[in-house]
């Protein structure tokens, strides 16, 4: 029982019968929702009768703050109704910059076909930012790869190939054998995430000391670096692939591969929208094999 709905109908009809009658209450049970709400304001509210219950003459104001309370409580029960049914809904994403450019994207474009009042935030950043604010509950999900988040709950979603970036005229694009020992004699420009993650894990692996001349946290103006010969640099292939610049991308020596895929907060119960948005991500990849 509603007890507001319920003293407001007795407001409103002036009946106890008719109020109990509506809500398929007893007559019983809408008289103490009465007396209850009486002794917890300290005041009468209604005087009996022959016409029925009239209010008193001091309680118009709070006749008032019950209908928009009444009001109010019918809103909130909309919203989540059509949070649920997905009428609407807030997805908060965040995603690298090779990931928000070149696929991501798409999926939102398509989910957004399919349900198009659900609004998005989008944050772009590296790995260490979106892990942070995920662990702080900021977002709902990132797009990221999983050796940057081996703490947390992760998607699979597909591969990407790491190549190496050249200038055109670089001798490694003629060379017929590249070791990766080679790097070892080049200047290198180091992407926005650094030596943290994948990169960093295959120059440890093979005992590679990169010759930093440069560093940027935009991995756009690293292959602008890399066009106008300030050195070389290793990136995902779902950014090179797809950037324009007059450069040459060179597979790696034993194809070396990241895993891309979805991470959430760990503990965390997500709403409809946004596990809905989480399979919906995970079908389209899929049906699209788009890495």
Known sequence: MNKYETILSVFETRSISRTAALFNYT?????????NFERELGIELFSRSKNGMDPKP???EILDSLRIICREEKRISNIASSLAGLESGYVRIGAVQSISYYWLPDI???FSDRYPNIRFELSVDGFSPLRQLLKENRLDCIFVSEYSVPDMPFLPLGKDELMLVTPKDH??????SIQLTDLNNEDFILSADGLEYETGKLFQEHHIVPRIRYKLNDDLAV????EKGFGIT???RLLVDHASFDIASLPLPDKYYRTLGMAFPPGILPDHAVQ????FAKKWTEQNNFI
């Open 27 to 35: 007559q019983s049970a809408v008289s103490q929702t009465i007396k």
């Open 58 to 60: 001091y309680t118009a």
């Open 108 to 110: 939102m474009k398509a």
């Open 171 to 176: 001798p490694f694009v003629s060379s017929r």
């Open 223 to 226: 292959l602008k670096m890399v």
């Open 234 to 236: 290793i990136l995902p």
């Open 276 to 279: 809905t948005f989480r399979m």
